[in-house]
């Protein structure tokens, strides 16, 4: 059995932590690797830093390409290859030229076509026409050819091979600096994303920024080294250096991922 309270102390998502280590213990009492479902990256990451310290288990990770924020957790004995995740793409198509869907609104149109949180992997746009996630097999073979909504758009769901869809492209990460009048949220991320400072507060308090995976509604919050900086669809923004300068201003490295 794992040492579930030392390893539960102070956790920001105990009851998912929990799941996860029955799962673990399940790996190591029977040897048979286990699979969870999708993770946010925030549970993800933590479960990964503190399992990680168990010699005998092997931890990896799966979301269906490589820059997923979405991913499922893998669990074996150290030493044994980690089971494969079941995975399959799913296309969302309607026509949204005159309703405008953000990625939320067509998470919502699949959880009410009776997609899990825990089924559903990295969701993105596709313009006007709808979008493309990564799912659960089974999810998918659920959906294929069924019609839902989202928002007021009827859409149609159809199951697709990971090779076939269009997939995000992944991110190099790379160093920028920027020198600013503050340490605000949307002075930072607005330099890091490449986006104008009034359009980033609007992102910020529509919902589309999390500050170390967690909401953040207030342009005004301050940022720190180490600071995480997450936008919907562009990626995330890490603090790295803040340093301040000789006409009270502040010389801030940052490194976009």
Known sequence: MLPRRDL??????PETLGALFTLAETALRTWEPQVSGFLEAAVRE??????????ELSLASEGGHPGAERRCL????????????????????????????SAADMAEGLARSGAMPQERGDLWLRGDRGAQAIVSESLARRLDGTEGLV??????????????LQLPARRLPRQLTTVEASLRLDALASAGFGLSRNRMATL????????????????????????????????????????????ERFRIRLERH
């Open 204 to 247: 910020i308090r529509q919902g589309a920024v999390r500050l170390d995976w967690k909401l953040v509604s207030s342009p005004s919050q301050p940022l720190a080294v180490g600071a995480r900086v997450q936008l919907e669809g562009r990626g995330e923004l890490e603090v790295l250096a803040i340093e301040p300068t000789k006409r």
């Open 46 to 55: 933590e479960a990964e830093d503190r399992l990680g310290t168990l010699s």
């Open 74 to 101: 893998l669990l074996a004995r150290t030493g044994q290859e980690p089971a494969a995740p079941a995975l399959l793409g799913l296309e969302i198509s309607g026509n949204f030229l005159f309703d405008p869907a």
């Open 8 to 13: 539960l102390e102070g956790s920001r998502h």
């Open 151 to 164: 928002r007021t758009v009827p859409v149609r769901f159809e199951a697709r091979p990971i090779e076939a």
